[in-house]
């Protein structure tokens, strides 16, 4: 069974920077690709970045530049490293798995209970 559990959201102010963390369980984390996407209140679900298994990575053009994803295989664990963050780019933060090795026209298909970030002065 695969369960995720994120980590490392909090409140930061404008510009200033988080890195989150995503420990999976009965899943590893470079077998498939996987990803992370955020729902701020009263919007959709915005996909932010992918990275695959066999490839490289991808960004929404909103965190282009400013977010980082990356893993560590020996910990099992994907991170979002964000920077430069904006009032806009608060929402609750969910790491996901991909059923596939590719970021390429991908659906999660498990995800976390996410974690809040809040940015505000």
């Known amino acids: 069974q695969v369960q995720l559990a994120e980590s490392g959201g909090g409140l930061v102010q404008p510009g200033g920077s988080l890195i989150l963390s995503c420990a999976p369980s009965?899943?590893?984390?470079?077998?498939?690709?996987m990803g992370w996407f955020r729902q701020a209140p009263g919007k959709g679900q915005e996909d932010l970045s992918c990275?695959?298994?066999?490839?490289?990575?991808n960004y929404g053009d909103s965190v282009k530049g400013r977010f980082t994803i990356s893993r560590d295989s020996s910990k099992n664990e994907l991170y979002l490293e964000m920077t430069d963050l904006k009032p806009e780019d608060a929402a609750v933060y969910y790491c996901?798995?991909?059923?596939?090795?590719?970021?390429?026209?991908?659906?999660?298909?498990?995800w976390g209970q996410g974690t809040q970030v809040t940015v505000s002065s």
């Open positions: 990275i695959s298994a066999i490839e490289g990575t």
């Open positions: 996901g798995t991909i059923p596939s090795y590719y970021c390429r026209g991908y659906q999660y298909d498990y």
């Open positions: 009965g899943f590893r984390v470079d077998r498939y690709a």
